[in-house]
């Protein structure tokens, strides 16, 4: 009986070896293959912080870029207004100081404007168009003459080349403006793309991430699975201990007792003796 027993465990053991290997097997390739997405999961990683890293970069420049446009189109509304005023003041000063005898300046550009409206709109004759013409080239002479007086006087051209300094500076903030709102716009666009492709990445991270973790969870399965079956070989291997011991005991209490018997006085048949010489020789 105790040898039946024995046979038994020692191929449900082999039994349980086999499938202890095979679930080993299974853990180290699901391990394996966990890894393979680990290391890609820790490669996207590494490109998602040199793109943060560069888009972080680019955000700089275009807040500089922006911050420069800002600065530039108050320099611009500064000299715009400061334009404005020398121009006010520079035709009050003119109306002041132009010649008291002769047709006011004002006047004569008015008187050309009319000159030159009717030359473009009316159909004349040929002495007509001549005199016409005659007509307006003496009074730009006369406007010529006028303002070189005019701009003679210290005042009005110290006043005049204010006027022309504003303009020449707000026209170049005007223009600072327009170069560094594109290049602030340029950094922003590339900014932009650069979160695109990060985007894109965090998805290729968390799907990466997705297959690690449930690969990761039948590898521990299959771990889980390995350590029960050896676990079952050690119980098998102190059943198997526990069944030899036993069947020690029994030889030696067989032995025992035949001993006794003959020792008492006691008949012991054949079989008894036989017993006994197979127990007492093991």
Known sequence: MVDNALKELEVKREL????????????????????????????????????????????????????????????????????????????????????????????????????????????????????????????QSQIKEANESLYRDPEINELAKKL????????????????????????????????????????KIDEAQEEFIKIKIQADEEHKKHIECINNIHDIDKMVRVLKNKEKEDKVASYDDVLQKLLSGEKVNTEDLLTAQKTGKN
Not at 108 to 117: D, G, N, V, Y
Not at 175 to 193: D, G, I, R, S, T
């Open 16 to 139: 349980e070896n086999k499938e202890a290997e095979l679930h080993k097997e299974k853990r180290d390739k699901l391990n394996n293959e966990a890894k393979k997405w680990l290391n890609e999961r820790n490669v996207f990683n590494n490109k998602l912080k040199d793109l943060i890293s560069e888009a972080n970069k680019l955000r700089v420049l275009r807040d500089e870029y922006n911050e420069k446009v800002k600065n530039e189109k108050n320099e611009r509304s500064k000299w715009y207004r400061a334009s404005l005023q020398f121009e006010e003041d520079l035709v009050n000063m003119k109306k002041e100081k132009q010649p008291k005898n002769g047709t006011p300046l004002w006047k004569l550009k008015k008187e050309l404007k009319e000159l030159e409206f009717k030359q473009m709109t009316s159909v004349l004759t040929k002495q007509k168009e001549d005199e016409l013409v005659q007509s307006i080239s003496r009074l």
């Open 164 to 203: 022309e300094e504003a303009k020449e500076k707000s026209e170049n903030a005007h223009q600072q403006v327009n170069e560094n709102a594109n290049l602030a716009q340029e950094y922003h666009e590339q900014m932009m793309k650069i979160y695109e492709s990060v985007d894109e990445l965090r998805k």
